[in-house]
């Protein structure tokens, strides 16, 4: 029976209830024993009808990869007859996330996972669990995370988690009322206590539940020999805060069962039971567990056949502990030391250091090495700490801060170090110390600092094979600190500089003696990155030779395996395609990088190559392919804790979401892109929010509100812009009647020297807005039609409706029906096709005047969107259905579990009045043939 605990119970079985249709997460949080993992006990066995995985995170294996992950696959795998592998160490936040998805779809029933000990779940399975968690929003699923306040980085995952699930609560349990334990004693010693005694015990104890068990089971044989159980009162002796708890659970005790006891709570976590009595063999101990057991000081389960010790709580191993000598704890972890491997081998010995120990500290930098090479990123930061804190003043601890601050630079986890930088900045100058410190520098927004540091380290003499790879990793990092300051120049010449030292630089690890230092020899990764530094700022200095000559170079570099500077290379070269208006090249470029990115989503780039090739995907009227693709840009950035992606990755997300109407949608995804700060990789196209709101508003008829949203960007727009909100300007004053405004406006996109490019409608359209607005009506069509009939302006579908829109409107007061029918009813194919209901309506409503108006020509009877009913969601499952992938394979394309897409085909079937797939596909394939893309190679769903 759960005491004190009704309303949290019921908090969580409400949010149960509600995950059957939409799933939902709970964290409960509150200190050691106040009763979290009897309240998840007991909300277990209320779940009727949910298959309940439990899961009890390991403090000692909270900085391996993937452990929590590791025992929850095992847990889902004996759910089901399928089984999926094991996480790997190796393996992406992402990958291991497709793998839970995948071990939940396996399971015939709604799924609930209960990890209990948040805090000490490893970061990178909160990652992987997020990942999950954010999409089984849309079938039966519930996650219960409970965990102490305030416990670290794994814990503020799942807080966030369930704050931003629309079905998720935060309970926070508090320590038991007098009234609470009047109930408990009650139950405890078969008969009521006094308030003032229960205001007693509940003082001895803070309220804590566990406590109260404790104290109140000790004292039952005290409360029988009572005369009677009114006047019964607590012994003063007990009335102490924890130590009277644990004193009164010890107490009268066999020194074996305190032994017991001890030796259990200074291992701390879960141990076999032939370990641990070999550890009490070689301590020279008689321990007796049976009756530590009984008494509650030691739990025991059974795992994969084999019985394991653990403390019954925490907060009774902590109150053990606290009361042996340090020699006594020293000697136990020492010999557990002795007894066991790997990595719990070391980390006993770590406890046990008691002296300052070189030999350790060496071994825990080795460690630390060996872990990073195979890729154990999390396991290799934890030792890499432990050596920092180990360390003693002078040589040892210098070293162990280089060591620490190179694993940082290798394995991208810089954040983990940022507290230790000042005392980095105090180290004495030396090549690894700058070479840390630029990119600590970099990434805390200490650009000047940087600068400074990384030019006077490549200014100094190298006379070793570790200095001279140093110097020339730091001559390659700094183009980009460069292009942060926009001193393109200085890009060019320092990339001159880097290359000489690269060529001078060792090209094998082994000829570098330092095993911290071996792994910067990548010659070919190096290069790759300076090459895309060097065609940005190329384009943007306006030396065509040398851009030309450095796309050739990157052509032939880039034959090699993939990697993550291949991935860094291709988007920052994608980019300079898309501002200098080779589309083409940019997406060729972008998709071979999207599916790069897959295999190595640490590159610096991930976050930001999806987000271009989303736009890019909308450029060419891909429009469901590219909110697929920007959606999953937000989701990843979020679940990759790549935030420097996330303001570009939403801007990106409001251009379908714009054309389609969704004016609402578009504001509030911009509002918290605006809110995000871009990291040291910029930004893409500062442009995309005005333009955005600029399409949002002419969507909806706005013409003034259009004018509007490119306010703004006649101020702040770079010099790079590819005025894509010019567009939309000329289109609005145009639309307003402000002719002489807009024809001012139009001399600029015919000015050579600014990089405006007909992305959002063509110069010919542009010149026909303006005609128009002059009343130059038969110039206008002139121009309106040599824009429809240009197959350059064909190859951007959108604006190429747009403006066979303005034609047939026109062409249809001119009393050319016939023209206007054709032209209409081709743009209202490619509306129907892009889902933009706003402009098929005005299509829809220019031939229903025409057929008013009695024109001879056929008029199109098709005139709505068959998929206007379908959510932005449904509609990128029916194009990936159209374009004949499986469940699965959707699945994995949107980063969602096959049970969500399911649920996605029923609603989509329903909403469409269709009974089969075979029928959604061949209403697809209509609607999309009536207007197929020109020039546009075929389907490129993956």
């Known amino acids: ?387 920092v804190h180990l360390s003693t003043a002078g040589d040892e601890r210098e070293r162990a801060l280089i060591e620490i601050g190179m694993l940082a630079l290798r394995t991208r986890l810089h954040e983990r170090i940022f507290d230790l930088v000042p005392a980095i900045e105090e180290l004495r100058p030396s090549p690894p110390r700058d070479a840390i410190l630029v990119e600590l520098r970099t990434l805390t927004g200490n650009i000047s600092g940087a600068l400074a540091l990384g030019l006077a380290l490549q200014a100094a003499p190298a006379t070793s094979a570790e200095e001279r790879v140093l110097r020339a990793h730091v001559a390659c990092a700094l183009p980009m600190v460069q292009m942060a300051t926009r001193d393109f120049g200085s890009v060019l010449g320092q990339i001159d500089i880097a290359r000489s030292f690269l060529a001078t630089s060792p090209t094998h690890p082994d000829e570098v003696a330092d095993p911290a230092v071996s792994w910067l020899v990548q010659p070919r990764e190096e290069l790759l990155r300076l090459l895309g530094w060097l065609i940005t700022a190329a384009s943007h200095m306006g030396r065509t030779e040398l851009l030309a000559a450095s796309v050739d170079e990157l052509d032939t570099l880039l034959d090699g395996p993939g990697s993550p500077a291949v991935v860094d290379a291709l988007v920052s070269r994608a980019s300079v395609f898309i501002r200098l208006g080779d589309i083409d090249r940019a997406l060729d470029d972008l998709e071979r990088a999207n599916d790069l990115i897959r295999l190595f989503p640490s590159s610096w780039t991930a976050g930001h190559g999806r987000s271009i090739y989303a736009h890019v995907l909308f450029l060419l009227g891909e429009w469901d392919e590219s909110v697929t693709v920007a959606d999953t840009a937000v989701a990843l950035a979020l679940d990759e804790t790549d935030l420097s992606a996330w303001p570009i990755a939403l801007t990106v997300s409001t251009l379908v979401r714009a054309g389609r109407g969704k004016g609402r949608a578009v504001e509030e995804r911009l509002a918290s892109a605006g809110e995000a700060r871009p990291g040291i990789s910029g930004s893409y196209d500062t442009d995309l929010p005005f333009i955005a709101r600029a399409e949002a508003a002419r969507a909806a008829g706005d013409r003034l509100t259009q004018l509007a949203a490119t306010e703004p960007a006649t101020r702040e727009a770079a010099a790079s812009s590819t005025l894509g909100w010019l567009t939309y300007r000329i289109d609005a004053l145009a639309a307003l009647g402000r002719s002489d405004e807009a024809r001012a406006e139009l001399a600029v996109c015919d000015d050579r020297s600014r990089l405006w490019r007909p992305y959002y409608g ?116 029916a194009h990936a259905l159209a374009a004949g992938m499986t469940n699965k394979e959707i699945a994995e394309h949107l980063y969602v579990s096959v049970t969500t897409v399911n649920f996605h085909v029923r609603n989509i079937l329903a909403k469409l009045r269709i009974s089969s797939r075979r029928e959604l596909r061949s209403l697809a394939r209509a609607a999309r043939d009536r207007s197929a893309p020109s020039g546009r190679r075929p389907d490129r769903t993956r």
């Open 762 to 877: 063509s110069l010919s359209w542009l010149e026909g807005r303006v005609l128009e607005a002059e009343g130059h009506a038969d110039a206008a069509i002139t121009s309106y039609l040599l824009a429809a009939d240009s197959p350059a302006s064909a190859r951007l579908p959108f604006p190429h409706a747009v403006t066979m829109l303005d034609a047939g409107r026109l062409l249809a007061t001119e009393g050319r029906h016939p023209e206007a029918v054709d032209l209409l009813e081709r743009a209202a194919a490619v509306f129907r096709r892009l889902g933009a209901a706003d402009y098929l309506a005005r299509c829809t409503e220019q031939l229903e005047a025409l057929r008013r108006a009695g024109a001879e020509t056929a008029l199109p009877t098709t005139r709505d969107d068959p998929f206007a009913d379908l959510t932005t969601r449904e509609r990128q499952v």
């Open 1 to 387: 029976m759960l005491i004190g605990r009704d309303f949290p119970r019921e908090s969580i079985l409400t949010v149960a209830g509600r995950a059957l249709l939409e799933g939902g997460a709970v964290l409960v949080t509150g200190e050691p024993g106040l009763g979290k993992t009897t309240l998840l006990a007991d909300v277990a066995t209320r779940l009727d009808g949910w298959a309940v995985v439990r899961v009890h995170a390991d403090s000692f294996e909270s900085d391996l990869g993937y452990a929590t992950v590791e025992t929850l696959v095992r847990g889902l795998n004996t759910r089901t007859a399928s089984r999926v592998r094991a996480p790997d160490p190796t393996d992406s936040a992402i990958t291991v996330g497709r793998l839970l998805l995948d071990a939940v779809d396996g399971i015939g029933s709604p799924v609930a996972i209960l990890i209990d000990d948040a805090q000490w779940v490893d970061e990178a399975s909160a990652r992987a669990l997020r990942f999950t968690v954010r999409r089984l929003v849309d079938q039966p699923f519930l996650l219960i995370a409970a965990t102490r306040p305030n416990a670290g980085n794994a814990s503020a995952l799942f807080d966030g988690l369930a704050a931003a699930l629309p079905n998720g609560a935060r309970i926070d349990l508090t320590p038991f009322t007098v009234d609470d334990t009047q109930e408990l004693a009650n139950r405890i010693l078969g008969h009521a206590v006094s308030r003032r005694t229960a205001a007693r015990l509940t003082e001895a104890t803070q309220g804590s539940p566990l406590l109260l068990n404790v104290l109140l089971v000790q004292l039952r044989e005290s409360f029988a020999e009572a005369l009677h159980p009114a006047g019964w009162e607590i012994p003063i002796d007990a009335a102490v805060p924890l130590s009277g708890a644990v004193a009164a659970a010890l107490d009268g005790t066999d020194p074996s069962v305190r032994a017991a006891a001890e030796v259990v709570a200074v291992l701390r976590d879960p141990i076999p039971v032939p370990f641990y009595g070999t550890i009490a063999d070689r301590l020279g101990l008689v321990v007796d567990v049976d009756t530590a057991i009984e008494r509650g000081l030691v739990a025991s389960k059974v795992r994969d056949g084999v019985v394991w010790l653990e403390p019954a709580h925490a907060i009774l191993a902590d109150a053990i502990t606290a009361d042996l000598l340090v020699a006594r704890r020293v000697e136990i972890h020492r010999v557990a030391a002795s007894v066991l491997s790997g990595h719990r081998a070391l980390r006993h010995r770590v406890e046990a250091a008691d002296r300052a120990d070189p030999t350790l500290v060496a071994e825990l930098m080795a460690a630390s090495r060996e872990a990073a090479e195979l890729g154990h990123a999390g396991q290799a930061m934890s030792y890499a700490r432990s050596a």
